[in-house]
């Protein structure tokens, strides 16, 4: 099901506000190619789908309009949206992920976007590498994840673009070389953060945030979907986790996406941002 929304001049207002419009690509087929976590098992193309569909609606009844797009490659990664754009107050920043199969789905997602009337801010220009789902907005800081997936050029540039938005930008080295930032980090508030244990990403960089830290086992539970101030949405797979956000007052909606889980892809890599009030 695709919508065609409308914006107006203000996309994401505040990085944890409300969320009020999301794209989501829906996964290819390839989905059950895709290397599973140590111990494991393969997605299932079909559970995806199911699963995929519970989350756009779980949005849509939180108040957001969703957006759900064929993929335009047959990547079993395709269904990863945030590494292909970042977006900001006034516009769409279009990312260079690493995956050289998955490039094309940058120029494929600014087609979208320029349908829909949403402006681009700007480019990560080759030869420049920068995965979307290596950057978390938070408050007035953009983290950048440091990893053999980026390069300084890409990280730089994204760098720069932050600054121009009001942005701090703090970089965070990855100590779990295999995931993303945003499988290992998600934005609770404009104050606090949810993170995998320091065995996986140095907690330095956010320093002044309030953190939330996942237990052992369970690191990638962080990397949840915000949907307002102190609201989030992560994989039921990893209940620990969500004792530990509830327990700390943050209101949490656990679904099911255990076939994304598998290989690797969090509820915050599912979706683009494109309002938030």
């Not at 099901?1 to 829906?26: C, D, E, F, K």
């Not at 290992?184 to 320093?207: C, I």
């Amino acid at each position: 099901m695709t919508q065609t929304l409308s914006y107006g001049p203000r996309l994401v207002a505040h990085p944890t506000g409300a969320l009020r419009a999301a794209v989501l690509v829906a996964p290819a087929p390839a989905i059950e190619n895709a290397r599973p976590l140590p111990g494991e098992l393969n997605a299932i193309y079909s559970r995806a789908r199911a699963e995929q569909e519970i989350l756009a609606k779980t949005l849509r009844y939180f108040g957001s309009e969703v957006t759900l797009l064929e993929p335009a490659t047959g990547d079993p990664y395709a269904c990863a949206a945030a590494d292909a754009a970042v977006v900001f107050e006034n516009g769409a920043v279009m990312m260079r992920p690493s995956s050289m199969t998955r490039r094309p789905e940058s120029a494929w997602l600014e087609t979208e976007f320029v349908k829909r009337d949403i402006p681009i801010a700007g480019h990560i220009a080759a030869p420049g590498l920068l995965d979307g789902s290596d950057v978390l907005l938070a408050g007035n800081v953009a983290f950048i994840g440091v990893s053999k997936r980026s390069n300084s050029l890409g990280r730089n540039g994204f760098a720069q673009i932050a600054k121009a938005h009001g942005f701090a930008v703090r970089e965070v080295e990855l100590r779990d070389p295999a995931a993303p930032l945003r499988a290992l980090a998600g934005a609770v508030s404009a104050d606090s953060v949810v993170l995998a244990p320091q065995s996986s990403l140095d907690h330095a960089a956010f320093n002044g945030f309030k953190i939330f830290t996942a237990p052992l086992g369970h690191e990638r539970g962080a990397g949840v979907l915000n949907l307002g101030e102190h609201h989030v949405l992560a994989n039921v797979r990893y209940p620990s986790v969500v004792d530990v956000l509830r327990r700390g007052g943050v209101v949490v909606e656990a679904i099911d996406l255990h076939d994304f889980g598998r290989i690797g892809i969090s509820p915050s890599m599912l979706a683009v941002d494109l309002k938030r009030i």
